[in-house]
């Protein structure tokens, strides 16, 4: 989660975990970063490439169904997302507990 272009800190990190055998998945959120996702991880093969707002725990757990739907189990999440809005405040972070027991930081607004 977070990949946003090739000069995200998500995509360094993901470059560098598929150079090492990972098997991985992506999301995005919108139309505008799918048009930039889809092909950076297909660059390395992947092919779960999903949206997700982590602003919405229903799609979050949705994310987290459909994935393991395509793979036995999630060895861990690279979470790197960045907050613009100068008003959420440090309360609004939260965590949800994935289907498959994952804690996954997320802000809710």
Known sequence: MGVANERSIAWGISKNL???GAELAFTYLGDALKKT????AESLNSNIILSCDVE???EIVKLFEDIKSKWDQ???VELILGISAPNV???AFS???????VEVPCVFR
């Open 18 to 20: 598929a150079e090492n």
């Open 37 to 40: 996702v889809v092909p950076l």
């Open 56 to 58: 919405d725990k229903n």
């Open 74 to 76: 999630i060895d861990f």
């Open 89 to 91: 405040s440090p309360t």
């Open 95 to 101: 965590s949800v507990i994935s289907p498959t027991g």
